[in-house]
């Protein structure tokens, strides 16, 4: 059953992580690298303003960069997390970000972990 929806759900990671939507872009770099399915600023736009809904290739390349359960990232009522990621230590997710963007990402907010 669907709580929610993609652009609700893309809008509580921001603001609870504290990201903007380029860093969202950043995490997404290895996975749209890795499956050949761009991701811009304009998609993710208006993924988050809900002008458009991402199919199901873009869920699962935002999915792995924040670390969530796709169906959750849809707006379904299931667990938040990465269900095949069962270690939630935020060291542990710190630490799956490619070098370069984690950088970038502490020198950008220093002193906020994520």
Do not use: C
Request: charged share 25%; glycine share 6%; aromatic share 10%.
């Amino acid at each position: 059953m669907r709580k929610s929806t993609t652009a609700e759900r893309l809008k509580y990671i921001l603001n609870t992580r504290g990201l903007k939507q380029a860093d969202i872009l950043k995490l997404a770099e290895p996975f749209v690298k890795q499956y050949g399915i761009p991701l811009n600023k304009n998609d993710l736009s208006q993924y988050v303003n809900g002008k458009v809904k991402p199919g199901q290739f873009k869920i699962t390349i935002l999915a792995k960069a924040l670390n969530v359960n796709e169906a959750w990232l849809m707006g379904y009522d299931v667990v938040s997390f990465d269900s095949y990621d069962y270690n939630t230590d935020p060291e542990h997710r710190i630490a799956a970000i490619p070098e370069p963007i984690r950088q970038e990402l502490q020198e950008k907010y220093p002193g906020n972990p994520q």
